[in-house]
């Protein structure tokens, strides 16, 4: 529990490259983890096994660990054996997919708990995509929540930016800590995460995915090279 306190109110930021591009390298995301935790992350959230390992060993605050496989459907450490393989690289905290939707490998999400506890320390992130979703994380024993499969799991709207609504929907009903994810852009809407009762925020794409960004300054100007 100490560690969650170590987050509260504070920013955790997601530092992810996506397959094929070219800052996917487990030692530029630990250069990129290092500058976030020197501009005051409390923690870092790290995809895929690789960049857990290199992370972990550097970084002087929590890493928050997940390992997709494939985009469709159950992605975010779809399975038991996918959660005790981040855990084993070094995370923290084990980040899974906290949806009511049925798992590849069979088991709910209080097994792959289960099983988790039983072979690591490592503490569970449920990601959700609703209220329901965080219920039923928090009776399965994820020690902390978040908003991050909102707008992707079918039950919320997508949204241009966070779920506010929803987390305040989630805090409102639980007594675990509540992280807002997903699509957070601005100082301003992390803010307002944190006064809508999340206990901490998590940012990734508008800290940590250049092209992204890049791509929405482009956007916005009135006219530029085709
Ligand atoms: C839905 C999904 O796959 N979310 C992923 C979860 O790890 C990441 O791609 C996001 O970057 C992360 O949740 C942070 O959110 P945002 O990048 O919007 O600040």
């Known amino acids: 529990m100490n560690l969650i306190k170590t987050m509260r109110g504070g920013l955790i930021v997601s530092c992810q490259a996506y397959p094929g591009e070219p800052m996917r390298d487990p030692r530029t995301m630990t250069q990129v983890a290092l500058s976030v935790v020197a501009g005051g992350a409390v923690a870092v959230r790290v995809e895929g096994p690789d960049d857990v390992r290199a992370v972990s060993a550097q970084v002087p ?6 390992w997709k496989d494939g ?4 992605f975010i450490t779809p399975t ?3 959660a005790l393989a981040v855990a084993e690289a070094g995370a923290h905290v084990v980040a899974l997919d906290g949806t009511r939707r049925p798992r590849p490998d069979g088991r709910t999400l209080a097994e792959t708990i289960a099983g988790l506890r039983e072979a690591t320390e490592a503490l569970v992130m449920a990601d959700c995509g609703s209220v329901a979703d965080a219920l039923a994380a928090q009776e399965a024993g994820a020690d902390l929540l978040s ?3 909102s707008g992707y799991s079918g039950e919320r709207p997508m949204r241009d930016g966070p779920d506010l609504e929803l987390v305040a929907a989630i805090a409102g009903e639980v007594s675990v800590p509540v992280v807002a994810e997903g699509r957070i852009r601005t100082p301003e809407q992390a803010a307002v995460a944190l006064e809508r009762g ?10 940590t995915h ?3 960004i890049t791509r929405w300054f482009r956007e916005t100007l009135p006219s530029g090279p085709e």
């Open 61 to 66: 605050v929590p890493v928050v660990g997940l």
């Open 71 to 74: 985009t469709d459907g159950v």
């Open 80 to 82: 038991l054996r996918h």
């Open 147 to 149: 908003t991050t499969l």
């Open 198 to 207: 999340a206990f901490a925020v998590c940012v990734g794409t508008a800290i």
């Open 210 to 212: 250049p092209a992204s």
